[in-house]
């Protein structure tokens, strides 16, 4: 693999994501962006390999993400454990929230947030 990471064949879907953040994302992202936590640098839309992570922290190598719909079907749930068997491959914590759980219960995610901060 050429790139590991923020591969440049990536880099126009990354900023289509980007452009067309689900409001879930958008919520988080307010939270994230601006090192608001704990002064830690995010990033959205972020490519490790050829896969895009909604959100990651190189400093701890945090990955967070964020499960829509479309992460519940069979196919689905085959990609994304592939996705973090990778992801994991190279000692990179993932962590992922529903869209409900960030909607409704924001300050619970960022309180899980917060406490792989620390680990």
Known sequence: MDFLY???KLKVRRGNLRQDMPKPEQVLWYWLKGKKLNNYKFRRQYSIGYYI???YCTELRLAIEIDGDSHYSQKAKVYD???EDFIKSYDIRII???NKEVIENIEGVIYRVLEELHA
């Open 53 to 55: 992570v909604d959100f």
């Open 96 to 98: 992922r929230f529903t």
């Open 81 to 83: 454990q592939e996705r």
């Open 6 to 8: 923020n591969n440049p």
